[in-house]
């Protein structure tokens, strides 16, 4: 029997929130909910109560170990919303079935005459970067798309940043 996630308590909240309000980061309120109640808790907001398992061992558990306790899809969770349908939101054999098919695309031997394409569009990216500057990289990774580009060979950059500023609401 699995026993409930912890939740943060009154201060721990405070902490978070407050952490959350310096940085504008979720990130931040991310990294001091697992400093503070430990690599697997719950957040509990009205109509939404994510679990977040942070590390190997709980990604193990997640994912191997005790994977039939726990489900993705919710109709009413805002990612299912967003996200519709796919590998990061579907249980069970759908899961499965997505995974299969992704799988043998993402496997070394066919990951690996693509290296040099990924380092040249990480190095385009870079350039556009200031010596020092600090970058958001949950902001920045989405937006860049390196590796669908070099998959692809199509050069995300203008339609990703106006779809994500619409998606980020700036």
Do not use: C
């Not at 679990?51 to 726990?70: C, K, L, T």
């Not at 190095?123 to 600090?134: C, P, T």
Request: a neutral charge; proline letters at 9%.
């Amino acid at each position: 029997m699995l026993k409930p996630l912890p939740v943060a308590g009154p201060e721990t909240g405070l902490t978070v929130l407050k952490g959350l309000a310096r940085d504008r980061s979720l990130l931040t309120a991310m990294a001091i909910m697992r400093d503070e109640v430990g690599p697997a808790f719950q957040i509990t907001l009205p109509g939404f109560q994510p679990a977040v398992m942070v590390g190997p061992d709980s990604n193990r558990q997640i994912m191997v170990s005790q994977r039939e306790h726990f489900h993705w899809r919710s109709p009413s969770d805002p990612v299912t919303k967003l996200l519709r349908h796919g590998v990061l939101v579907e249980d069970g054999e759908k899961h499965d079935y997505l995974r299969a098919q992704m799988e043998p695309v993402l496997l070394k031997p066919q990951v690996m005459p693509h290296i040099p394409a990924m380092q040249a569009y990480t190095d385009r990216v870079l350039a556009n970067w200031a010596d020092g500057s600090v970058q958001d990289m949950l902001v920045e990774m989405p937006r860049r798309a390196i590796f669908a580009g070099t998959l692809l060979d199509v050069e995300f950059g203008p339609d990703l940043e106006r779809l994500w500023r619409r998606f980020a609401g700036y």
